[in-house]
């Protein structure tokens, strides 16, 4: 039986229509398609700081991060750790995102071409957008999921709950592009860390810490405080979480779309520095929750093939009304934010990189516009869909950094090797391509099928995550070793 | 050592979030002010 009354209903009414009128009333802002992609490059760094904040919280990173509190104690935060490492240390020394900001550039794959040719650039945009919608894919069900649980709806309201968050976000995303993205994702940066904070004290005034620390004695030993010795994790994880953290800190589309909207380097830079510690909280407070469901709930109420349910059951239970309606709101707003800048992202690649080639004479910001909220729409309709059916195995933290992988892993290498490194080449870059998708996809692909899923699950998607990004590596390398060589041996033959 | 290390950066979180929230939500405001002045000025007069 959930807390959830007319209170917490009211409050979460006022956020939606304050969040509605905020993301409307900046379209008339929106003039060319460089407003609507990257908001005119006019964004500072507080700002900055928020929407990338909010953006890379939602609901399915609450979930995830406190079913890993849930599965692994403190242990299950080390993500956190490693996401800020890098997060610092890139924004602090400029690798890569300094050449990759002043060439000015909208998408990633867009600077590739200026390297690697047109055909890599498109070949990019595909495993990005490929990656990114998977990725995102289970982001509607997973917050569906909280919001039935916490608000006590009825099962069936699952999906009607999932088709209203979406119409809501997508409306404005359409009108306002990356401009009301920026401001909504300003008032739900306030709202979701306003909500998250003061539940968590709350937590905290009603189980004390020992508790904390002693229940994840009792279920985990010394594992659930290290996680190198934890059963479920171990240095493989670290190692594939540390891999994905600094990949994605250099290429993930959301991520890197704060630093080309900043009005400068030295901007974004700054955005990702001041921006660090909080993916520490991003996984920390999250997993706190899960332990707190840990030490509180009954054995046998979390259902044993869904921990992350756990969280959801822990608050609809023992936050009271008005509070209740604060965390609602607040992850609401985590999820809106998130969904709003993921569609607005992959809207982005998809017109600048899959669709140049059908550019061939340059479009008016007026068609250019038409098409980019056309297919912010089209992601809407497609996330809807997958969302009600694909069938998710395992953590969802997991999941999220699996299909990640599938881009990460070669954008990461090409990316620096396009910075850093002056004999790569086109052949280096698609080797990588090709290696970095195949393994994540054999994995995720293995899973679903009925005679692999038991090799899939002996492999551990921590190896296949591996295996892509040395495989990745490995093919640029080869690749920009080959090229010169058959290149010069044909232009040989040919002469002779 | 490890207890200790959890307990110190769950202080640390905590202390640091609520800092920067309240911080952020004030010059990110002004950030927003500036932001959407600039894009005005570079409307055509007509549209302002």
């Known amino acids: ?496 | 050592m490890e207890v200790e290390f959890w307990k110190w950066l769950t202080v640390a979180a905590l202390v640091w979030y609520t800092t920067v929230t309240i911080y952020v939500s004030v010059r990110g405001g002004l950030d927003i002010k500036n932001m959407l002045a600039r894009l005005r000025e570079l409307m055509p007069d007509d549209q302002k």
Not at chain 1, 3 to 20: A, E, P, Q, R
Not at chain 1, 350 to 376: C, E, H, M, Q
């Open chain 1, 1 to 496: 039986m959930s807390n959830f009354t007319w209170i917490d209903g009211s409050i979460v009414g006022l956020y939606l229509l304050v969040t509605m009128v905020a993301g409307f009333s900046v379209r008339k802002y929106v003039g060319k398609v460089e407003h609507f992609l990257v908001a005119g490059r006019e964004m500072d760094v507080y700002l900055g700081v928020a929407s990338l904040a909010a953006t890379e919280f939602g609901i399915v990173t609450c979930m995830s991060a406190s079913e890993l509190g849930y599965r692994h104690g403190f242990a299950g935060a080390t993500t956190g750790i490693t996401y800020a490492i890098a997060m610092f240390v890139v924004g602090a020394t400029g690798f890569c995102v300094k050449p990759l900001r002043d060439a000015g550039v909208v998408t990633i794959a867009e600077l590739f071409e200026q390297r690697f040719g047109p055909r890599i650039r498109w070949w990019s945009g595909l495993v990005i957008v490929l990656g990114g919608l998977l990725n995102m894919g289970i982001f509607l069900r997973t917050g569906g999921d909280f919001l039935v649980l916490v608000c006590g709806l009825k099962p069936g309201h699952l999906e009607i709950t999932m088709t209203v968050l979406l119409v809501g976000v997508a409306a404005y995303t359409i009108v306002g592009g990356m401009l009301s993205v920026l401001v909504t994702d300003f008032l739900q940066f306030i709202v979701m860390s306003v909500g998250m904070l003061a539940v968590t004290f709350f937590l905290l005034t009603q189980i004390s810490w020992e508790s904390l620390v002693s229940v994840v004695h009792e279920r985990h030993g010394v594992g659930g405080f290290n996680p190198f010795l934890n059963q479920g994790l171990g240095w493989q994880n670290v190692l594939f979480n540390g891999l994905v953290n600094l990949a994605a800190v250099l290429t993930w589309q959301t991520t890197i779309a704060r630093l080309l909207a900043a009005k400068d380097t030295r901007t974004g830079r700054r955005v990702y520095t001041a921006t660090a510690f909080f993916f520490v909280c991003q996984f920390l407070i999250p997993a706190l929750w899960g332990i707190a469901a840990l030490a509180t709930l009954p054995s046998g109420t979390v259902p044993v093939d869904k921990p992350a349910m756990a969280m959801p059951m822990l608050m609809s239970a023992i936050v009271p009304s008005g509070l209740l309606g604060l965390l609602v709101a607040g992850m609401l707003a985590a999820d809106m934010s998130t969904d709003s800048s993921y569609m607005l992202t992959w809207t982005s690649v998809i017109y600048n990189d899959l669709l140049a080639p059908l550019r061939k004479t340059a479009w008016s910001d007026r068609r250019g516009i038409f098409w980019n909220r056309i297919i912010v729409a089209l992601i809407g309709v497609f996330l809807l869909f997958y969302g009600l059916w694909y069938p998710l195995e395992g953590g969802i933290w997991q999941y999220l950094i699996v299909t990640g992988t599938i881009y990460l892993s070669s954008m990461a290498t090409c990316l620096v090797a396009c910075c850093y490194w002056k004999d790569a080449n086109s052949w280096g870059a698609a080797g990588a391509i090709l290696a970095g998708a195949t393994f994540p996809l054999a994995y995720l692909l293995a899973e679903q099928l009925e005679p692999t899923k038991e090799l899939a699950k002996t492999i551990g998607s921590d190896y296949a995550g591996i295996a892509a990004f040395v495989g990745a590596a490995l093919a640029m390398i080869i690749g920009s070793l080959l090229k010169p060589m058959f290149v010069t041996n044909s232009q040989a033959s040919g002469e002779a």
